[in-house]
């Protein structure tokens, strides 16, 4: 076990360094919401200069506008780019999921089209799986698609999008036939998220941001060349998408933010005395920090097995669960601490207790998406631990007939 | 041993909730919610006083019903289910417990009618910065009769009209009655993780200050005035996290996942077991709580305690299962969800943290062994 | 809310007191283990001496042998029997389960011959119900009865049975038609613990210990008349012993023995200092107690609703799965606190430490007789919050169909 | 980036796995768990010693393998899984430790080839009473070169040759070595939880005791031991979790209840999820252990209690919920539940409990802190 680098990796992480050092602006306008054009512009320029000095999508082949390196060298530059303050990455799920699906599913002239202006930052896509009635059940998408002519009349309502108000382009999983068993009878199609037939609405979160959306589709009608995949591939398709979804090394870094705890402690008191003396404070601290340690060794696990050219351990799956749970923890114990202080809500008079308060209103956010902590747990149980599925009645009937509660 | 409300409180708690499904439905605590200028629903307000709520447990002779603690104790549970945005436990169980507690006859023949017919709003005034209260956190204090300091936050403080606040005489701490109305009172409103209750800062410059109970003994007074409040709020915690797992059962019902609903998913049904199970701890606690309360027992600081340490949590984790319950749709601002999560939080610190509680109810415990 | 009792219950409670002042003897010998007759003959005495006061089975009727009284009356008899040291009581599984059901279920002749002598402690009673491959699935049972002219024949084994070694007769499930569904085709006896046919094995628990035994049934012959309930009645019959079960007072008595934590803490250190003085430990304390605390007021609640004429609410349901888990938790919270000493297992030279284990090897058993944890909170989440039952997959098919495994 | 066993130390652990499962399979620890006359199993201590383990990391100029820590650590994490009933972590992991750490040329000259031969079975005595170990609590004493008092519990201490003490001369502390067949020397087996693992306490009457490491120096010293040892055992509970996991996973699969496994049910398959969590994080912290072990690096104090705190908590954890999983079977004599359960109680004691490595974790933090 070794924290340094090989030779070849030194080489290449002095190489980054000095890139980044000459390149990367220093300017981040915090999270894109549904008002930032210029954070967007500045995303997107970052974006182009790393394609064209070939550190935009690495591992992809040159003639894609990727670099045409290994995943170690990926992983090398996304820990120094990280250490330099970025216009952050409104990219990741298209060139993440949306884009590799195309590389993999898609026809020839769609990689042509999509691929490299999608890797130069010039068009952003958006995944539309997720449904009002899905939620975690992806399969359960109910957006229709029909065969019109030589297009497709859609109609349905797509949920939980990230980016999708900043999107040029969506892949669209549709219901083409609702006599087929669930997992059959659904089709694959990327959409112009221009289209006036297709509303884009955000959703009003608890925490009062705004970083998801609701998609309308109404008599949007597409082309056939823009299916992708064969008409009732569309979960074989979609399966696609979240493998690259799940192969992206999974979250966990952000340390415990324990360094928050310990300012708060020196700040405040308990009836016994000072906080930062108190051993049940001190105990929590100490299993926070594990906790958080535990999650960025496993990381570094899984970027080894990437830098040995091996695929990651099941272990990278179990960061967001960890964390989330962490997060909601420490922030309910620290307004705890806070005493009747950890009610007020504003930085001005008690800045530590409205950032725990920020913290406290984003983790039930964290526990739910990408995976509630239900789903994630079962997957784990399943994929990893090799448990049987849990009985399923939606496999083998018609779709329409499956019991959903409406 | 009779060891679950009477009859009559139950009726009385029936009513309770009937009244406040018409008059509190959640349409109400959202117009408080959205609206930034309102830190409580006024017509709400008036309907409760006019039900004679605010003067349950004050003497028929000083304007009240003359009922006990444990009905009153029956209302908080369902002012605790409804999220009802109103000053209530600040008027009721903090205010109006330190006056029947520590006031002198003029004090309660001027105050408690007043509360009782819903004319005056109280606030309790003892926080001044972050951590546990303590007597050394205090340093507002009373020269020449006068009070000058700082006290934050002060849950309704911003709407408040009489405060019950701790301050320093010399070297030592006494409650103190404050009409906020008077000179040298300046208040200003604070944004709080729960909008649907107002919090101020209030502070003061040789405002006019008359003391409540023996001088010197005001942290003791204090004490004793959040062990009451502490059993009446946990009714309302109880309440709430009865209503928020009510939520999640309805929701896994109707909720359908992978063809079934997700409340015959074990993941589900033992988080709502796990909940119930928080939730009956919690209220046969604040049940032994109410009882000392009302008997005046000796018990009151350890039931007390255990009253608040169970129904904090409780209410906590019924809050945030609930919300996780309900997935993708808790998490958005048109679900209620939110609103317990909130509420939950508020709750659980408006009296002081379950940790501080936790604290005070071991101090009790070794004194009872010593004993 | 009163503590007090209401004139009614009050003078009942004298009357109580006095009765045991007078009549109770002083002699516990411990739990009843393999080898100790003395003690069962000391328990037999006392409960003949309660029956023959009206003080055994309260609620039963006198002409039965009982006392003729209301539940709260009985509830308060077992207030005050428990403050006094009298034996340990063996009969509580017949009088409880067993004989209840013979009385709701039996025939004339069996009620007869059983229910006094049950009654005055002359004759124990054992549950034989739970089999190796059903466990928590008590529906499952394996054992045969087979027709053979007027009598059955039996063969199979029965696990988890309490008292088998000193019970004289036993309540059989058996599965007399393996070709209808799991809950069809079963059948009730009555069977002679003293036959030849039948084998008591001690199980020898993780604990050192042995409180439950198997029991072997080979070519075991009963008569038809002592069938309890129709033929393929078994498991109506078997739901009507396991609601007395349920209805009975459930657990969470005892305290949560942070008293005994009090003492360790007064007595080691920490690296902080006085453990007495731990803010983690005095947190640890308030929660035990208050859990501990809450379930001694929810069995006042379910008492209530006794002494109420009414059936308790589910809310007894809660007793046994908080306890066994926080007596988990604490046993093994003091041992860490002991630190090193922890290990020692020897009441001589750590006393307190040798109290934990023995707490701590008891525990497991705890979470898992009488209902484990998972299949409790099954229990609540179906019958007391409505949810639906897990899917059921032994359901309307012949029972020698389902899978097992095996 | 290298944050895995390399090859050669992974056909290592292989090896070790392939020679424990024919070496030491359950019935080995059984036959020490039922045997009261036997704490260790002596066959297995001396075909382990044959495979040259006992010196792994003893340099090859004294008899050892010369392998790194990470070797070492990987025939832990194999020893944990096995439950190998031998005095392996008393004699490698501590006094090996404190020689290769304190000992004089001479001394090392003289104990580390016996110990890799397998000649010498260690023991490491430091605890005197209940409560975490502090300088403080050390009340054996040398006088005269001579050492009296008494140790409790020294686990292996009923079969060591060879024990490093720490003892007081005058008003400091030091490490001392003392050879336990010498004069002056008593030892009384204990009854432990675990009785595949012996434990003794030893009382000293003036027996020969030769300084370890400077004097003064031995709670400092005893610290360093403890983080060395900490780390080793971290993957011997680490190795003891994943086998208790990989036991509750086969149960769940071969069991079956309602008419399937109950590995399908989610109360099963999340208790799973959670154990397997616990135990990646306890792995991950453990390699950064070893890492800082390996290369002597400063973090060692940190990562040390950080694998420690994670290690006892999944074993822990691990052990318990195997357990359950295996509903009444588990909890017989026969099924192998409880003698995981049992070792994972041990070894969470034996270096000192998670609570006070918490502590000094925390203690390292904030030194790091205001570095």
Same mark, same amino acid.
């Given at each position: 076990?070794?924290?340094?680098?090989?030779?070849?990796?030194?080489?290449?992480?002095?190489?980054?360094?000095?890139?980044?050092?000459?390149? %990367?602006?220093?300017?981040?306008?915090?999270?894109?919401?549904?008002?930032?054009?210029?954070?967007?512009?500045?995303?997107?320029?970052?974006?182009?200069?790393?394609?064209?000095?070939?550190?935009?999508?690495?591992?992809?082949?040159?003639?894609?506008?990727?670099?045409?390196?290994?995943?170690?060298?990926?992983?090398?530059?996304?820990?120094?780019?990280?250490?330099?303050?970025?216009?952050?990455?409104?990219?990741?799920?298209?060139?993440?999921?949306?884009?590799?699906?195309?590389?993999?599913?898609?026809?020839?002239?769609?990689?042509?089209?999509?691929?490299?202006?999608?890797?130069?930052?010039?068009?952003?896509?958006?995944?539309?799986?997720?449904?009002?009635?899905?939620?975690?059940?992806?399969?359960? %998408?109910?957006?229709?698609?029909?065969?019109?002519?030589?297009?497709?009349?859609?109609?349905?309502?797509?949920?939980?999008?990230?980016?999708?108000?900043?999107?040029?382009?969506?892949?669209?999983?549709?219901?083409?036939?609702?006599?087929?068993?669930?997992?059959?009878?659904?089709?694959?199609?990327?959409?112009?998220?221009?289209?006036?037939?297709?509303?884009?609405?955000?959703?009003?979160?608890?925490?009062?941001?705004?970083?998801?959306?609701?998609?309308?589709?109404?008599?949007?009608?597409?082309?056939?060349?823009?299916?992708?995949?064969?008409?009732?591939?569309?979960?074989?398709?979609?399966?696609?998408?979240?493998?690259?979804?799940?192969?992206?090394?999974?979250?966990?870094?952000?340390?415990?933010?324990?360094?928050?705890?310990?300012?708060?402690?020196?700040?405040?008191?308990?009836? %016994?005395?000072?906080?930062?003396?108190?051993?049940?404070?001190?105990?929590?601290?100490?299993?926070?920090?594990?906790?958080?340690?535990?999650?960025?060794?496993?990381?570094?696990?899984?970027?080894?097995?990437?830098?040995?050219?091996?695929?990651?351990?099941?272990?990278?799956?179990?960061?967001?669960?960890?964390?989330?749970?962490?997060?909601?923890?420490?922030?309910?114990?620290?307004?705890?601490?806070?005493?009747?202080?950890?009610?007020?809500?504003?930085?001005?008079?008690?800045?530590?207790?409205?950032?725990?308060?920020?913290?406290?209103?984003?983790?039930?956010?964290?526990?739910?998406?990408?995976?509630?902590?239900?789903?994630?747990?079962?997957?784990?149980?399943?994929?990893?631990?090799?448990?049987?599925?849990?009985?399923?009645?939606?496999?083998?009937?018609?779709?329409?007939?499956?019991?959903?509660?409406? | 041993?009779?060891?679950?409300?009477?009859?009559?409180?139950?009726?009385?708690?029936?009513?309770?909730?009937?009244?406040?499904?018409?008059?509190?439905?959640?349409?109400?605590?959202?117009?408080?919610?959205?609206?930034?200028?309102?830190?409580?629903?006024?017509?709400?307000?008036?309907?409760?006083?006019?039900?004679?709520?605010?003067?349950?447990?004050?003497?028929?002779?000083?304007?009240?019903?003359?009922?006990?603690?444990?009905?009153?104790?029956?209302?908080?549970?369902?002012?605790?289910?409804?999220?009802?945005?109103?000053? $209530?436990?600040?008027?009721?169980?903090?205010?109006?417990?330190?006056?029947?507690?520590?006031?002198?006859?003029?004090?309660?023949?001027?105050?408690?009618?007043?509360?009782?017919?819903?004319?005056?709003?109280?606030?309790?005034?003892?926080?001044?910065?972050?951590?546990?209260?303590?007597?050394?956190?205090?340093?507002?204090?009373?020269?020449?009769?006068?009070?000058?300091?700082?006290?934050?936050?002060?849950?309704?403080?911003?709407?408040?009209?009489?405060?019950?606040?701790?301050?320093?005489?010399?070297?030592?701490?006494?409650?103190?009655?404050?009409?906020?109305?008077?000179?040298?009172?300046?208040?200003?409103?604070?944004?709080?993780?729960?909008?649907?209750?107002?919090?101020?800062?209030?502070?003061?410059?040789?405002?006019?200050?008359?003391?409540?109970?023996?001088?010197?003994?005001?942290?003791?007074?204090?004490?004793?005035?959040?062990?009451?409040?502490?059993?009446?709020?946990?009714?309302?915690?109880?309440?709430?996290?009865?209503?928020?797992?009510?939520?999640?059962?309805?929701?896994?019902?109707?909720?359908?996942? $992978?063809?079934?609903?997700?409340?015959?998913?074990?993941?589900?049904?033992?988080?709502?077991?796990?909940?119930?199970?928080?939730?009956?701890?919690?209220?046969?606690?604040?049940?032994?709580?109410?009882?000392?309360?009302?008997?005046?027992?000796?018990?009151?600081?350890?039931?007390?305690?255990?009253?608040?340490?169970?129904?904090?949590?409780? $209410?906590?984790?019924?809050?945030?299962?609930?919300?996780?319950?309900?997935?993708?749709?808790?998490?958005?601002?048109?679900?209620?969800?939110?609103?317990?999560?909130?509420?939950?939080?508020?709750?659980?610190?408006?009296?002081?943290?379950?940790?501080?509680?936790?604290?005070?109810?071991?101090?009790?415990?070794?004194?009872?062994?010593?004993?």
């Amino acid at each position: 076990m070794d924290f340094n680098d090989t030779p070849e990796e030194a080489a290449y992480r002095a190489e980054v360094r000095a890139w980044l050092e000459a390149n %990367a602006p220093r300017t981040r306008v915090g999270e894109v919401s549904h008002d930032d054009a210029p954070n967007l512009d500045a995303s997107k320029a970052w974006q182009r200069k790393k394609a064209e000095s070939g550190y935009a999508c690495i591992t992809w082949p040159k003639d894609w506008g990727g670099g045409g390196g290994k995943a170690w060298q990926s992983v090398i530059f996304g820990q120094e780019e990280s250490k330099v303050t970025t216009p952050i990455n409104p990219f990741a799920i298209g060139l993440g999921m949306c884009v590799p699906t195309i590389m993999s599913a898609g026809n020839d002239a769609d990689k042509e089209r999509f691929v490299r202006p999608a890797v130069l930052g010039d068009e952003i896509w958006c995944q539309l799986f997720s449904e009002p009635a899905g939620g975690s059940d992806v399969a359960a %998408a109910r957006t229709r698609a029909v065969r019109d002519g030589d297009d497709w009349m859609i109609n349905g309502q797509k949920v939980w999008t990230s980016g999708a108000h900043y999107s040029d382009f969506g892949l669209l999983l549709t219901r083409t036939d609702p006599d087929q068993p669930k997992h059959k009878g659904m089709t694959m199609f990327w959409i112009d998220m221009h289209d006036p037939a297709v509303e884009v609405r955000p959703i009003h979160q608890m925490s009062g941001a705004s970083n998801f959306n609701e998609v309308y589709f109404t008599d949007l009608r597409v082309k056939d060349s823009q299916r992708v995949g064969g008409v009732g591939e569309g979960w074989r398709v979609a399966l696609v998408t979240l493998m690259n979804e799940r192969l992206s090394v999974g979250g966990g870094g952000g340390g415990s933010g324990h360094g928050r705890v310990f300012k708060l402690a020196n700040d405040v008191a308990t009836l %016994a005395g000072p906080a930062a003396k108190d051993a049940g404070l001190r105990e929590k601290i100490a299993e926070w920090f594990v906790q958080a340690e535990g999650l960025k060794y496993t990381t570094y696990r899984t970027m080894t097995a990437l830098s040995r050219g091996q695929t990651p351990g099941p272990e990278s799956s179990i960061g967001k669960i960890v964390s989330a749970g962490v997060m909601q923890d420490m922030a309910h114990t620290a307004l705890d601490l806070e005493d009747q202080f950890g009610i007020i809500n504003d930085p001005a008079l008690a800045p530590l207790a409205a950032a725990f308060q920020t913290t406290l209103m984003a983790a039930p956010g964290l526990r739910i998406a990408g995976g509630t902590d239900e789903i994630l747990r079962n997957i784990i149980a399943e994929r990893v631990l090799g448990m049987p599925q849990d009985v399923r009645l939606d496999k083998n009937v018609p779709f329409k007939d499956i019991p959903s509660g409406r | 041993m009779d060891f679950d409300y009477t009859d009559d409180q139950k009726f009385l708690r029936t009513e309770a909730r009937r009244f406040l499904e018409s008059r509190s439905p959640i349409e109400v605590v959202r117009g408080v919610l959205n609206d930034d200028s309102k830190s409580y629903d006024a017509g709400l307000w008036k309907a409760v006083a006019e039900q004679g709520w605010l003067g349950a447990a004050i003497p028929e002779e000083h304007g009240g019903l003359g009922l006990g603690h444990i009905e009153l104790a029956a209302i908080a549970e369902e002012l605790g289910r409804s999220l009802a945005p109103i000053p $209530f436990a600040s008027t009721v169980y903090f205010v109006t417990e330190a006056v029947m507690l520590a006031g002198s006859d003029a004090q309660k023949s001027r105050w408690l009618p007043k509360i009782a017919a819903g004319e005056v709003i109280g606030c309790f005034a003892t926080s001044e910065r972050a951590g546990a209260l303590t007597e050394a956190q205090v340093q507002a204090r009373i020269d020449g009769g006068k009070l000058s300091g700082v006290k934050i936050p002060v849950t309704d403080g911003d709407i408040a009209d009489l405060a019950v606040v701790l301050a320093r005489e010399g070297s030592r701490t006494s409650l103190y009655l404050v009409e906020l109305v008077g000179a040298g009172v300046t208040r200003e409103t604070i944004q709080t993780l729960d909008p649907t209750r107002g919090v101020a800062k209030l502070t003061f410059a040789n405002a006019a200050a008359e003391r409540l109970g023996e001088a010197g003994e005001g942290m003791a007074l204090a004490e004793q005035v959040l062990n009451r409040a502490a059993v009446l709020l946990a009714f309302e915690q109880v309440g709430g996290a009865d209503r928020a797992l009510e939520m999640a059962k309805s929701y896994a019902l109707e909720r359908y996942a $992978f063809g079934r609903p997700i409340g015959s998913y074990q993941a589900i049904k033992h988080k709502l077991a796990d909940i119930y199970i928080k939730n009956e701890l919690a209220r046969s606690n604040a049940y032994y709580g109410a009882w000392a309360l009302q008997t005046g027992a000796a018990e009151l600081p350890v039931a007390a305690a255990a009253a608040r340490v169970a129904a904090c949590e409780a $209410f906590w984790f019924a809050a945030k299962e609930s919300l996780q319950t309900h997935g993708g749709m808790g998490y958005t601002w048109e679900v209620d969800c939110h609103l317990f999560y909130r509420r939950a939080q508020q709750l659980g610190l408006v009296a002081g943290g379950a940790k501080a509680w936790k604290e005070r109810l071991v101090t009790e415990l070794e004194r009872r062994n010593a004993a």
